[in-house]
């Protein structure tokens, strides 16, 4: 596994971790030139998660062929050990180091930064000392917004998850997850990993992201511990940041074919409602989700909505729950 590099300067790590997204990543690093350059001092690094498909040597041929290495290196992982744990090591091999970053920021590699976008963060950062993360703006290529900024699952938001029904969503409104879209900043429970900076005080008081989840959940979790130890998270929509939904795993992707969810998803959402909120609040959770969805398929079949779910979602939900799965994290 390969360093960090000595660094004189040192405002802002930016990490991105690849895994079979190479095309995508170098399009990112490209969008990144322009924007390294009028913040002196940042540094890039994109970690690959054992991608084993060739994407080292293209994006290490891409950072040479476009003079890109005084900003930026690639750090080969000998696993794929998740979105925490690919983003966890570069980020601490640099608080390791004897310079390190004011500010951490990651950014998917399906994302494509517009201009001013890291500065807006920096700007907001410095700005607001007390702040301890802040997320961009995440639009689609056309200018669309999606969202970007939400509140922590909680018992009330299985509900109306499930449930799927617009006069309980608006007697829920205060624990829907999807906060609406903002044209100002705001404050926020936590933001998209897609792009988020992040404090370097933060990582040293909350510590990194928990690495016991594989992929979903763990921007969340740590914006919540976060927060527990007094750094809130806010939204920035001046920083704008483009971003192709879902590309890596394809669970969220949108032009895809809807495919089973992976047992990773739901292993992720096991662990955070046992470790931050104990066992029998998962429990309650489970059952608020599973009983409502029951009562969606109903009303879905009498109305004759169309079957937007992935296939056996609810047999695989019941499956990984914590009554068959357990309580352990």
């Not at 970053?101 to 607001?128: C, E, I, S, W």
């Not at 044209?183 to 998209?192: F, H, I, L, Q």
């Not at 969220?252 to 046992?274: A, I």
Request: proline letters at 6%; glycine letters at 6%.
């Amino acid at each position: 596994m390969s360093t960090l590099p000595s660094l004189s300067s040192f405002p802002l790590l930016v990490v991105t971790l690849n895994y079979r997204t190479a095309r995508l990543t170098i399009d990112c690093l490209r969008s990144l030139q322009s924007e390294v350059q009028a913040i002196p001092g940042t540094r890039v690094v994109v970690s690959d998660n054992a991608s084993g498909d060739g994407s080292v040597e293209q994006i290490g041929q891409a950072i040479r062929a476009n003079q890109w290495g005084d900003w930026a290196t690639l750090m080969p992982l000998d696993r794929n050990g998740g979105f925490a744990f690919g983003n966890n090591a570069p980020i601490r091999a640099a608080l390791q180091s004897d310079v390190k970053p004011d500010y951490v920021l990651l950014l998917n590699p399906d994302t494509v930064v517009r201009p001013g976008a890291l500065q807006a963060l920096l700007d907001f950062m410095k700005a607001n000392p007390k702040v301890g993360i802040a997320g961009s703006r995440l639009e689609n290529l056309d200018g669309t917004p999606q969202h970007s900024a939400f509140r922590f699952h909680s018992l009330m938001s299985e509900i109306d998850a499930g449930l799927r029904l617009g006069v309980v969503s608006k007697l829920l409104q205060r624990w829907v997850i999807a906060q609406p879209i903002a044209d100002e900043p705001c404050e926020t429970d936590w933001v998209a990993g897609a792009s988020m900076i992040i404090r370097r005080e933060v990582l040293e008081t909350a510590g990194l992201m928990d690495e016991g989840y594989f992929m979903y959940y763990e921007e969340m979790d740590f914006c919540l511990q976060a927060k527990r130890q007094g750094w809130p998270c806010w939204y920035v929509p001046k920083s704008r940041i483009v971003h192709f939904v879902g590309q890596s795993s394809g669970v969220t992707d949108p032009n895809r074919k809807l495919k089973r969810m992976p047992p990773y998803v739901f292993e992720s959402r096991r662990r955070y409602f046992v470790k931050n909120h104990g066992w029998l609040y998962a429990v309650l959770a489970d059952a608020a989700w599973a009983s409502t969805h029951l009562v969606w398929q109903v009303r879905r079949v009498i109305q004759r909505k169309p079957n937007c779910d992935p296939p056996k979602l609810f047999s695989d939900f019941l499956l990984n729950s914590v009554l068959i799965k357990g309580g352990q994290v």
